[in-house]
């Protein structure tokens, strides 16, 4: 199982930034994706996710007016468009899977996580 997470940097507030992450090694059907982010001194909190076989998709809500999870099929990648991006938003941000029928929160595979700076 590889989740290969990308696409974060450096970009001011106000900014967007889109994250992605290829998933291999496993049945994508049966499993929810989910984004995570851990920011300095914090604990790691949930972000987003999305179940593969029916689309639906769940969010943190503090961070559902300005982040957006999505999937591509084809290309087997999740996606986590970020807008209006804060400087508290800054965090190391991970892309993670789990069995669809797992507890909400129990994931199984986690990626190596990619790091998110917002500069005010």
């Known amino acids: 199982v590889q989740l290969q997470a990308s696409g974060g940097g450096l970009v001011q507030a106000g900014g967007s930034l889109r994250l992605s992450c290829a998933a291999s090694?496993?049945?994508?059907?049966?499993?929810?994706m989910g984004w995570f982010r851990r920011a300095p001194g914090k604990e790691r909190e949930f972000v987003a996710s999305v179940t593969w076989s029916t689309d639906d998709t769940d969010y943190a809500d503090s961070l559902k007016d300005r982040f957006t999870i999505s999937r591509d099929s084809a290309q087997k990648k999740v996606y986590l468009q970020m807008n209006s991006l804060k400087p508290e938003d800054t965090a190391v941000y991970y892309c993670a899977a789990k069995f669809v029928l797992r507890a909400k929160m129990n994931y199984d595979y986690w990626g190596r996580g990619t790091q998110v700076t917002v500069s005010s």
């Open positions: 090694g496993f049945t994508l059907t049966n499993y929810v």
